[in-house]
């Protein structure tokens, strides 16, 4: 019996996959061609001056004076002239922020 109940459960469901696969309608598949372009298509070439990657590296500022400033007069002139030192002295900040500008010009 049970044998029974399982051949009709396959007859059943093939059935139903049957009558299923006989409703899908099929896709129409509508291929456009593109019109044809009336304009002709010009080639330009355009030459760019593109500019090459410096191989300078920036100097390194001198550190910011300190928040809190010596209350003596000479201790805060040797202070202000050591700061200064650092900045304009012959080979410090100024002269390698200027080889750094000679060697890569800003550009705009």
């Known amino acids: 019996m049970q044998r029974s109940h399982g051949i009709f459960a396959l007859l059943a469901l093939a059935a ?16 456009e061609q593109p019109e044809p372009a009336e304009t002709a298509i010009a080639e330009t070439v ?3 001056e593109v500019p090459r990657p ?9 550190e ?7 209350s ?6 040797a202070l202000l002239g050591a700061k200064l030192a650092e900045y304009s002295a ?3 900040y100024a002269d390698q922020a200027e ?5 890569c010009p800003p550009t705009r």
């Open 16 to 31: 139903l996959l049957a009558g299923c696969a006989a409703r899908t309608p099929e896709p129409e598949i509508v291929l």
């Open 46 to 48: 355009e030459i760019r």
């Open 54 to 62: 410096c191989r300078a590296t920036q100097p390194r500022r001198p």
């Open 64 to 70: 910011p004076l300190p928040d809190n400033l010596p």
């Open 72 to 77: 003596h007069p000479v201790a805060l002139a």
């Open 90 to 92: 012959p080979g410090k």
């Open 99 to 103: 080889a750094y500008f000679r060697a």
